[in-house]
C-alpha cells in the first residue's frame, strides 16, 4: 500500500489552514479559466469535492491517524514542504516496522506532481523490495 499527501493528526492551526483553503477555492471556483482546466483534468463533478471540503470537520484524521492495522508493506511518500505530511510520515515509520517513509525534496502536498520523476522511482523501488522478507 502507498499513501501520500496525508496528516496523521488534526495540526494545532486546523481551522486556520482550513479557513484559508476555502477562500482559496472559492477563488478558484470562480475563476473561469481555473475551472475550464480542472473541468478537463477530471472531468464534471470535480468540484463536488470542493464543496465537501468546506466543512472544517471534512478531513478523515479518524482514518489516517492509525495504521497499525495494515499487516501488509506501507510506503508513506511526503513533500519536504508540508510539514504536518513530513511529520505525519516519520512519525508513521516508527510506530511500524512495515512501514517505510520517503520525504521528497523540493515539493508540497501534490508531491507526485512537483517531483514526478523521483516520486515514480521511490514508488518502483518501494513495489521492487518493500515486499516482507521470507525467512
Request: proline residues 4%.
Amino acid at each position: 500500500m502507498t499513501i501520500s499527501g496525508v496528516t496523521k493528526q488534526k495540526p494545532e492551526n486546523w481551522l486556520k489552514m482550513h479557513r484559508a483553503d476555502v477562500a482559496a477555492q472559492v477563488g478558484l471556483l470562480n475563476h473561469e479559466e481555473a475551472v475550464s482546466y480542472f473541468n478537463s483534468l477530471h472531468g464534471a463533478g470535480w468540484d463536488r469535492f470542493i464543496t465537501m471540503a468546506r466543512n472544517e470537520q471534512w478531513y478523515p484524521f479518524h482514518e489516517t491517524s492509525d495504521l497499525t492495522s495494515i499487516a501488509a508493506p506501507v510506503l508513506v511518500i511526503a513533500g519536504e514542504g508540508n510539514s504536518n505530511e513530513s511529520i505525519s510520515a516519520i512519525d508513521y515509520g516508527k510506530e511500524q516496522e512495515n512501514v517505510h517513509v520517503a520525504i521528497l525534496p523540493f515539493g508540497s502536498h501534490l508531491i507526485h506532481a512537483e517531483q514526478p520523476e523521483l516520486y515514480s522511482k521511490i514508488l518502483e523501488l518501494f513495489l521492487k523490495n518493500g515486499q516482507p522478507q521470507q525467512t
